[in-house]
């Protein structure tokens, strides 16, 4: 099985290269962030065409979480429990939740599309929002693990956070000053390794940035960062046979800022007899 994260950065003007895409690669499974529209506006009918199925999160022209699979979903979930809301210069609790993680059970995988806050800027008060939305997301983690020791949860999307030097590609980005790169992000990040969930792609695929600004010449010049991961639990880690960054999908007209991220899992019964995907 093929199971991919993609930040699409508005569905409706990239819907012929996402399904293009799934189609010839193979994916069986994409998480999507990003999709900007409500379900009501997703180009349903062209994944439908290709055989894929879709659950969609979204309430605006902002943000957005959905996944398209070949399997059936089930157990969908729109949100984590205890999720953080924000709203600009309010606080406390209450506050309006945002698009930004949709939960599928696929082939007793449990998979979550995630879009983490950005943060905006380290005085900012998205930023205290980022880390609370990130610590809500590793409680609910540790919960479900707490709960059933052996679930295959794997936990994938746009985590906004470069959490190595070596991710961080971008001369914009200063230390002590910009978001993505702070030690408090990065200690967020990290924090999912003491839970048991841990990057199931870079021990396969070491290299590669997964987002390139649209200014600045970035892309040619390859000053990207790696901020789309899959985080995944031991019982899904064991799954995983291979990986890979499609970096070229970040050329040709019209592209997302960012590149879709593919595992290869073989799961108990399935023919391991397909390509490796390096």
């Not at 945002?98 to 059970?105: N, P």
């Not at 806050?117 to 409680?139: Q, S, T, V």
């Not at 390139?212 to 899904?236: A, C, T, V």
Request: aromatic share 10%; glycine share 8%.
């Amino acid at each position: 099985m093929r199971i991919a994260t993609w930040n699409v950065n508005s569905i409706r003007a990239r819907v012929g290269r996402v399904v293009d895409w799934m189609v010839r690669e193979d994916i069986d499974v994409l998480a999507m962030q990003e999709i900007k529209c409500k379900p009501e506006q997703f180009p349903a009918q062209a994944f439908e065409d290709a055989g894929y199925e879709l659950a969609v999160h979204g309430l605006s022209q902002w943000n957005g979480v959905a996944f398209a699979s070949r399997h059936e979903m089930t157990d969908v979930a729109t949100g984590f429990p205890g999720m953080p809301g924000f709203l600009k210069g309010q606080e406390g609790p209450g506050l309006p939740l945002e698009a930004r993680a949709l939960g599928v059970t696929v082939e007793d995988l449990r998979l979550w599309s995630l879009y983490v806050p950005n943060g905006r800027a380290i005085d900012d008060p998205h930023f205290a929002y980022k880390l609370d939305w990130l610590e809500r997301l590793r409680a609910h983690a540790r919960d479900e693990l707490a709960r059933d020791p052996h679930l295959a949860l794997a936990l994938m999307g746009d985590w906004n956070v470069a959490p190595f030097e070596r991710d961080m590609g971008d001369p914009s980005f200063v230390p002590g000053q910009s978001t993505h790169i702070s030690e408090p992000e990065r200690a967020a990040f990290h924090a999912f390794e003491a839970e048991g969930i841990v990057d199931v792609v870079r021990p396969l695929a070491p290299e590669g940035f997964t987002f390139w600004d649209y200014k600045q010449l970035r892309f040619p010049r390859n000053e990207g960062m790696r901020i789309d991961f899959i985080l995944g639990s031991h019982s899904f880690a064991e799954l995983v046979t291979a990986a890979s960054i499609h970096r070229n999908e970040r050329k040709g007209d019209a592209p997302s800022d960012h590149v879709p991220v593919v595992v290869e899992l073989v799961l108990e019964g399935e023919d391991d007899d397909r390509p490796m995907i390096f």
